[in-house]
């Protein structure tokens, strides 16, 4: 079984500032990762995944997230962020030796500041 | 929008009553999956159909069912409703129910229980 770590449940930034959203999991088979982001009273949208290949992806809105296997995260990161980018994000992963339901992390709130 | 509905918006009811949330998923997609999600608890997962059948169940109560429909909506039961109950609960979908999918989640039903 999976599991999944998301290190801060808050994290303030000012605006054009560059952030970093963590996240880590466990898995003892190989892995595909999300993340997702939930804007004030909607549901979750797809930011990006990794499936295989680079392991860098990168989503329409300048966000990117590394797949790094040997420290088993996936860690979000924008270099600059905007007032529209505050809402709650959301790592997941499902492994390749399971049901395939993917496991959500707890969520961190990005809140970025004028 | 993602295309995925769900009924109602809102919710109130009162401890010991039976409540059915209904979702009708994203054209073309087969796979439904339904979440819970609260403060305490994050988002979990409780049972995902494909085409009609279960076919994988998480932390779901025995008070609460599923089902899903020839047409491919799908309902979720909860009876005997208690306080704890109080939650988001989230309709996704997704079209064949692989790791490897996105989930698309609808705007979700907002469930008080007083």
């Known amino acids: 079984a999976q599991s999944v770590t998301q290190l801060d449940s808050q994290v303030p930034v000012f605006e054009e500032a560059p952030v970093e959203l963590r996240c880590n999991y466990s898995?003892?088979?190989?892995?595909?990762l999300f993340w997702y982001v939930q804007y004030p009273n909607q549901g979750l949208q797809l930011l990006l995944k990794?499936?295989?290949?680079?392991?860098l992806v990168e989503s329409i809105n300048g966000f990117e997230a590394e797949f790094n296997k040997s420290q088993t995260s996936f860690h979000l990161r924008k270099p600059s962020v905007h007032i529209s980018d505050t809402a709650e994000y959301f790592c997941?992963?499902?492994?390749?030796?399971?049901?395939?339901?993917?496991?959500f992390g707890r969520g961190t709130s990005l809140i970025v500041h004028p | 929008d993602s295309g995925v509905t769900q009924t109602p918006k809102h919710l109130i009811t009162a401890t010991g009553q039976r409540v059915t949330l209904r979702c009708s998923p994203r054209?073309?997609?087969?796979?439904v999956y339904w979440y819970q999600q609260s403060l305490d608890q994050g988002l979990q997962f409780l049972i995902q159909?494909?085409?009609?059948?279960?076919?994988a169940k998480g932390n779901i109560l025995e008070r609460f069912s599923a089902q899903q429909f020839p047409d491919l909506h799908s309902e979720l039961n909860l009876s005997s409703l208690e306080l704890g109950d109080s939650a988001l609960y989230f309709c996704?979908?997704?079209?064949?129910?692989?790791?490897?999918?996105?989930?698309?989640f609808g705007p979700g039903t907002r469930l008080t229980v007083l």
């Open positions: 996704a979908s997704s079209g064949e129910g692989w790791g490897t999918d996105t989930q698309y």
């Open positions: 898995s003892s088979v190989s892995v595909y």
């Open positions: 990794y499936l295989s290949g680079s392991t």
């Open positions: 997941a992963v499902s492994d390749l030796g399971g049901s395939y339901i993917p496991t």
């Open positions: 054209s073309g997609d087969l796979s």
């Open positions: 159909y494909y085409n009609g059948e279960e076919r």
